[in-house]
């Protein structure tokens, strides 16, 4: 049966989709369009009314959708280091022009389909049709793929008018991931991560655009200090005055004010949201979580972002209320999830999880994301705590809270190698988890965007160690 | 009444295992084959174990297989379990006091934490061969001499001669620089030794190292890479003959148990 999409979830896709719709035209109209890290105050470009994307939205929905691997090889042959973030290298291919596009035949301008995609044929009664020739499963046509070749947009673009340019255009891939246009300037704000600053300097220095850049130092006490408040505040004074000279028009104190009370509804309705995994079961999986973070990140200023967060709180309100669950399995074990998913091996990720019946009912990164601020000294404080600013004491008290009130049996933690700030902590967290919550915690090796770091069978045999782990813990609590 | 048989099968990445077991208590038959995964050495193990007995598959009241080729077997086996607890399960058999064990097998490395005889935690390595038993077949390789040779090679070092845990690959060009340099190669091996020791010791350390410590898998049968690891740890470690069956034992025994629930 397919999974029903309830009416939040909806108006949530509805307002990314709307926001790229929105850049897309405005590019078109000559108006300028930014990318902006996911953490920097958004509040500031919404003040101009400004069109902004994000390249770390951009690049996991890239990974998702299996183009992962072309793009940071694309980012490696253009010199980028294969050790980089998954996220930056498809980042930094995109900016120099690198697309992902269906092939095509020459001669008659028809797409190559790769025998190798779609899904199984079914008969009338839904059974597999076995191709009597090979013994294998026959594919559905109707599901099956052109084969995903690399193109790039400034040869296109250099190309005279004609049916080759037209058809190499059509032929780049329609996802709006890969339909985003080039930056006319870019926002950086390095709490998110310290590979940021040199990511987008990179992408200021290919198109000769201006970097607005809010520099966040690594947090080693948990408190922010009023020093540190004054740094950023300063910050924010000169970015608007950079915003000023780029857009050519006064800051609107009135609409930053509106933007703040947007971001602010957002975030409230978005925390409220995440706790819904507090209960048993939860009525709906972490991983899900991630997928609405595309909200949170490209729209949290705006109000319609907000309203569709508390459609979707309301909707879950009602599910919880039924006893009811959109995990496609019984909850046997909830995990806490620690790090970014594989985007390009999310059906192997969730596979032995489903298997087990774990559900990942507690994720750190998500309600991170969730900040409530009153004033703007408030809102400096507040971007300072970022998951990858903030010193270990801080770390493992936000997420051993989350493991406590979301109540895991275990904690699952992602190795991504794309993201050593992350994950150079981890192992000392690990035990920590270990030693304050009596759970037990696996490993596994892996990358947010590039497949070529995930090995499904090593991850396997973690996941059913961990369960068994977890069974073993259960059994003695119960003795 | 009549006794109770059950079959464990581990299938590794280098080797394959048996053991049958009587009433979960008494090893019945046993057999190695060298080769693992997706080999032949699967059914050459499981029909040596079987033929060693007497006995056919239709004898054995439950077969659990174990190993990264666990999923390959299910035609054969009546359930599978990752080889993590069922190593946790034949060190606590072998050792009943056991709370820490350490497996090197021939692509990961395992620290495991037992309680009561059941595994409530563990670490692995990561994607990495370095301080697992392909490397020291690669060093003996380069070195020309048996894997099973190492022990009593390294024992004999006069000299102590660093060789990197980082990489499999610049180990490997590491120990052929001092071959080139005329260095010893007891001193090479007892150099190896410690670099697996110390690459191990760093995963047991993470896990923390409760004594009793247990150590099982091939390597295990290395005296050099155990008291090199002895020395990292300052702790005695517990090994026993049958190391290299330690997995198909455990399978063995919790095949034993769903046999008898």
Known sequence: MAKQVSPGVLALRKVVDDVHTEAREAKKRGELVGWSSSKFPCELAAAFDLHVMYPENQAAGIAANRYGELLCQAAEDLGYDNDICGYARISLAYADGKRAARKFDPETGEYVIDPSTGKPLKDAEGKVVIDPETGKPKKDPKTQTPYIVLDDLNEINALPDGPEKERRLAAISPIRQMQIPQPDFVLCCNNICNCMTKWYENIARMHNIPLIMIDIPYNNTVEVEDSNVKYVRAQFDKAIKQLEELTGKKFDEKKFEQACANANRTARAWLKVCDYLQYKPAPYSGFDLFNHMADVVTARAKVEAAEAFELLAKDLEETVKKGETTTPFPEKYRVMFEGIPCWPKLPALFKPLKEHGVNVTAVVYAPAFGFVYNNIDEMARAYYKAPNSVCIEQGVDWREGICRDNKVDGVLVHYNRSCKPWSGYMAEMQRRFTNDLGVPCAGFDGDQADPRNFNAAQYETRVQGLVEAMEANQQAKEA | ?261
């Open chain 2, 1 to 261: 009444m009549s006794a109770v048989y059950t079959l464990g099968i581990d299938v590794g990445s280098t080797a394959s295992k048996c053991i049958i077991l009587k009433d979960g208590s008494e090893i019945a038959a046993k057999s190695l084959i060298d080769v693992g995964a997706g080999t032949s050495g699967p059914k050459r193990a499981i029909d040596m174990v079987l033929s060693e007995a007497g006995m056919k598959r239709e004898d054995m009241a439950f077969v659990l297989a174990t190993g990264y080729g666990r999923n390959s077997l299910m035609g054969l086996a009546d359930k599978q379990m990752s080889e993590l607890s069922c190593h946790a399960r034949g060190a606590a058999f072998l050792f009943p006091e056991v709370h820490t064990v350490i497996d090197i097998g021939g692509q990961d490395v395992k620290v495991l934490h037992i309680e009561k005889g059941a595994m409530t935690n563990f670490q692995m390595n990561d994607k990495c061969a370095a301080g697992t038993g392909r490397f020291l077949d690669v060093m003996a390789r380069v070195l020309e001499v048996k894997v099973e040779e190492l022990g009593d090679l390294g024992a004999k070092s006069q000299k102590k001669v660093g060789i990197s845990s980082t990489c499999t690959v610049f180990a490997e060009s590491e120990v052929i620089s001092q071959l080139a340099m005329g260095t010893d190669k007891c001193d090479i091996i007892d150099g190896i030794h410690r670099s697996v020791a110390g690459r191990v010791a760093g995963l047991a350390h993470r896990i923390g190292v409760v004594p009793q410590v247990v150590m099982t898998g091939g390597v295990a049968q290395n005296a050099g890479v155990v008291n090199a690891l002895r020395a990292e740890l300052g702790c005695e470690i517990k090994t026993s003959p049958l190391t290299q069956y330690n997995g198909a034992l455990g399978a063995a025994l919790f095949a034993w148990q769903a046999a008898t629930r």
